[in-house]
């Protein structure tokens, strides 16, 4: 189990609505931590399992207020919220002033995160999904990415914005792993890009950005195509009615949360599997992937057999939440968590597990 990093390089290309969504599906318990120093959104855009919006000074704020005594894996889940439908929350800090109460603290924040995924107690142990906002040079959050196993960056399709984030993944590979392929391709967190895309032309545009990070030399590739629909991410902020589990929103976020859990089937494996978590390098035996030193980066996206084109990515999630009658403030996709990510396996021999940093 793993700490997950979620993040941007600048905008907002939708870095809560993919780490509420991947959070709502994952397929064991999640912990989605609202770290955004910039302030958090969910206490505008959900409710609890009570019917009621979040308590804001219950989540990232009490943890700081704790912080200075140090942050305890297991008494993180003391500022946790259960949300309608059943994902758990550290809801995020109301604005960035607050973040000062966090100064000097993010690293132990992602120890804690880290030790909770790994921790041996199955009462407690719980993947974290880290919103972490915007990552420029001067976030605070940079403090606690080495305890992540995996970074992911999310960005829209636009060439600008492209460019940003081809430029961003390289300044966190020179930061995170020294920028030396050898040693790089075992080391955490692995980083990926998650492109957000119109799901008409998502794939070759994958395909254009894979190869650009790859030429860069970003030591990351694309790991997940999102659907852009922006009627699925008003109905996930419980801003609109609809049948969320059939919007495109979700059944692309479904097949990314399948997608990274081959991709990073080392890094993200169940505990006592034998895999790592955050380690620099694994142990003889650990289930961590082959990832040969020196060995270039994939060539090319490369989307696994059948990986669906428009009307849909993948089909929907059973059991995925759809808003109870009458509730059109509920966040409606926060459905329970399927049993297990499905879809086709990302193709053998690409290269992507353990090999995209
Ligand atoms: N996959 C998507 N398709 C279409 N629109 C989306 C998608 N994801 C998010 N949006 C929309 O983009 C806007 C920003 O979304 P969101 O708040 O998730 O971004 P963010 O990167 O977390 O922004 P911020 O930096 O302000 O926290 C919202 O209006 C949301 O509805
Ligand atoms: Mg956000």
């Not at 992540?148 to 081809?166: D, G, K, Y």
């Not at 545009?205 to 030399?217: K, P």
Request: hydrophobic share 40%.
């Amino acid at each position: 189990m793993a700490l997950i990093a979620v993040a941007a390089d600048k905008g907002a290309p939708g870095v809560t609505t993919t780490a509420v969504a991947l959070a709502a599906l994952w397929p064991r318990r999640a912990l989605l931590a609202e770290i955004d120093p910039a302030g958090g959104d969910l206490v505008y855009r959900s409710v609890t399992e009570n019917g009621r919006p979040p308590d804001p000074t219950t989540g990232i704020l009490s943890l700081a207020a704790t912080a200075r005594r140090g942050v305890v894996a297991e008494q993180l889940w003391d500022h946790a919220q259960r949300l309608s439908g059943g994902l758990d929350v550290l809801v995020g800090l109301a604005n960035s002033d607050q973040a000062a109460g966090l100064t000097g603290q993010w690293g132990a924040l992602g120890r804690a995160f880290a030790e909770l995924a790994q921790s041996p107690h199955p009462e407690v142990a719980a993947d974290v999904l880290a919103d972490c906002g915007r990552l420029d040079a001067g976030s605070p959050v940079h403090a606690l990415l080495p305890h992540a196993s995996v970074l992911l960056l999310v960005t829209r399709s636009s060439p600008e914005q492209i460019a940003h984030v081809r430029d961003r993944a390289a300044a966190l590979h020179n930061k995170l792993h020294g920028g030396q392929r050898g040693t790089a391709q075992l080391a955490l967190p692995q980083i990926g890009v998650v492109l957000v895309a119109d799901p008409q032309r998502g794939e070759r545009v994958a395909t254009q950005v894979n190869e650009m990070l790859i030429a860069s030399g970003t030591g990351s590739r694309v790991v997940g195509l999102l659907a852009e629909d922006p009627v699925g991410a008003e109905q996930l902020a419980g801003r609109r009615r609809g049948r969320l589990d059939r919007s495109l929103l979700v059944r692309s976020a479904r097949r990314v949360v399948a997608d990274l859990h081959q991709v990073y089937r080392g890094e993200l494996a169940p505990s006592g599997s034998g895999a790592t978590g955050a380690q620099p390098a694994p142990p003889p035996g650990a289930q961590r992937p082959p990832a040969p030193q020196g060995a270039p980066p994939p060539a090319g996206y490369a989307p696994p057999p059948g990986y669906a084109p428009p009307p849909g990515y993948g089909q929907p999630p059973p059991g995925y939440g759809a808003p109870p009658p009458g509730q059109g403030q509920q966040p409606a996709g926060y459905g329970p968590p399927h049993a297990a990510p499905q879809g086709p396996p990302w193709r053998p021999g690409d290269g992507a597990a353990g090999g995209a940093g």
